[in-house]
């Protein structure tokens, strides 16, 4: 059972560029959830969907997008990268929303230049 | 909104009892959980507790709810090398609000 995926683990890119973080779950989970994480600032929710076709905006939505084509698979996209989303983001899911455990990928490393 | 508040750092010697604490604000949180997050990994559930219990114990792990001060704590007891990790507190579980995580360093 190989939980949360998250790809790729490291990724550099240039101011400007674009690029999608993958994530995918086989717990058939309908919550998902793109997190980022910075020094001293814990892990901010970034998108969230409450299940296939559906997406939210959470506490730092700006320069993110997603979309829930599947209950598997929530890609994170970055349509023009900026330094300040260099961080480390990850991927989780659980059952429902507002109930039980989230699980987390192992997360995503992208530093922006 | 929702705020979750903890220490950043904590340092204990190993065998020592470590007790990290957390304030929240959301009192509609249904439960209230402690993830671990060790170097270079996700976040992992440790333990949990139901909003209407006080407390939980689990082998070295006790959680205390003080549900009207909406005070959270986690104790470890005989804190070993292995604990040493980042603690987050967090409420509700989807769309769960975190805290900034507290360092646990334990010293040999």
């Known amino acids: 059972n190989a939980g949360v995926t998250q790809t790729p683990k490291f990724q550099v890119l240039k101011t ?74 990850f991927c989780a899911s659980s059952y429902g929303a507002g ?12 530093t922006v230049l | 909104g929702e705020d979750v508040e903890q220490s950043l750092f904590l340092s204990v010697r190993e065998g020592d009892s470590s007790v990290i604490n957390c304030t929240y604000t959301d009192s509609s949180s249904t439960y209230l959980y402690w993830y671990k997050q060790e170097p270079g990994a996700g976040l992992q559930l440790l333990t949990y507790i139901f909003s209407n219990m006080d407390m939980k114990q689990d082998q070295r792990l006790t959680v205390l709810l003080n549900k009207k001060d909406k005070h959270l704590s986690l104790r470890i007891a005989d804190t070993q090398t292995g604990d040493s990790a980042i603690y987050f507190c967090a409420e509700n579980a989807g769309k769960s609000t975190f805290g900034d995580g507290t360092t646990l360093t334990v010293k040999p």
């Open chain 1, 99 to 110: 109930t039980g455990e989230l699980f987390f990928g192992e997360g995503s490393r992208l």
């Open chain 1, 16 to 89: 400007g560029q674009s690029m999608t973080l993958q994530c995918a779950q086989d717990m058939n989970h309908e919550y998902m959830s793109w997190y980022r994480q910075d020094p001293g600032m814990g892990l901010r929710l970034i998108h969230y969907s409450v299940g296939a076709g559906i997406t939210d905006q959470g506490e730092v939505p700006n320069g993110y997008n997603v979309s829930r084509s599947t209950t598997e698979d929530f890609p994170l996209r970055l349509l023009s990268a900026a330094p300040s989303q260099t961080s480390v983001y």
